[in-house]
């Protein structure tokens, strides 16, 4: 069975200092890689997704996120942190043929100005 | 478009009392879930479906039901609530994929249920 990782249940940075959020995966073949983000009270809105191909994808809102095969990682980052980036961010992976995601435990990132 | 849609947005109930969630999406999207979120256990799958008139358990079905019988709306049952059920409901939708890569999940922005 699948399963995702996120070791770091907190993150707290200060503003305009960057960020890295840590994503490990399970799984025998490569996944398809999602990272979403969660404002308090809303629901979760896609930040980025890796399906093949270049292993460093962009996404909205300034982040970014690396595959590494042989990490099984696929972290999150952004240079400079603002402090509309509070939230919670979860990574998500589906395999071929499944209709389910499956999520990380997220990662509570708290930005101190 | 409205996206994903949830009703209610808050709800309190007393243990042993029913109630229905209902999610509208308006994207035409084949798939459609419901998870619970809760502190510390990020998203749980309860029940989703992959077509109109299809469901399926997911990680956590017990004591909720679900049926999808328009394309657009799929709605969660809890027959007879219970304390353990005080949770935030979020439904999600996506699109089809028969072949390749699948979509990413749009979700409604949450019904707030506690039950007393």
């Known amino acids: 069975a699948q399963s995702v990782t996120q070791p770091d249940i907190h993150i707290t940075v200060s503003e305009g200092a960057s960020l890295e959020l840590r994503c490990n995966y399970s799984?025998?073949?490569?996944?398809?890689l999602f990272w979403y983000v969660q404002s308090p009270g809303q629901g979760l809105q896609l930040l980025l997704k890796y399906f093949s191909g270049d292993t460093l994808v962009q996404g909205i809102k300034g982040f970014e996120a690396e595959f590494k095969r042989s990490q099984s990682s696929f972290n999150l980052r952004k240079p400079s942190v603002h402090w509309s980036d509070a939230a919670e961010y979860f990574c998500a992976s589906e395999s071929g043929g499944s209709y389910i995601p499956t999520f990380g435990r997220g990662t509570s990132l708290i930005v101190h100005p | 478009n409205a996206g994903v849609t949830q009703t209610p947005k808050f709800r309190v109930l007393k243990t042993g009392q029913s109630m229905t969630l209902l999610c509208a999406q308006d994207m035409n999207h084949e798939y459609m879930y419901w998870y619970r979120q809760d502190p510390g256990m990020g998203l749980r799958l309860i029940h989703y479906?992959?077509?109109?008139?299809?469901?399926a358990k997911g990680e956590v079905p017990d004591g909720y039901n679900v049926s999808r019988l328009k394309k657009q709306n799929f709605l969660l049952g809890l027959e007879s609530a219970a304390p353990s059920q005080t949770s935030v409901y979020f439904c999600a939708s996506s699109y089809s994929r028969l072949a390749g890569p699948p979509g990413e999940q749009y979700f409604g922005p949450g019904t707030r249920l506690t039950v007393t």
């Open positions: 479906s992959v077509g109109e008139g299809t469901t």
């Open positions: 799984y025998g073949a490569t996944p398809y």
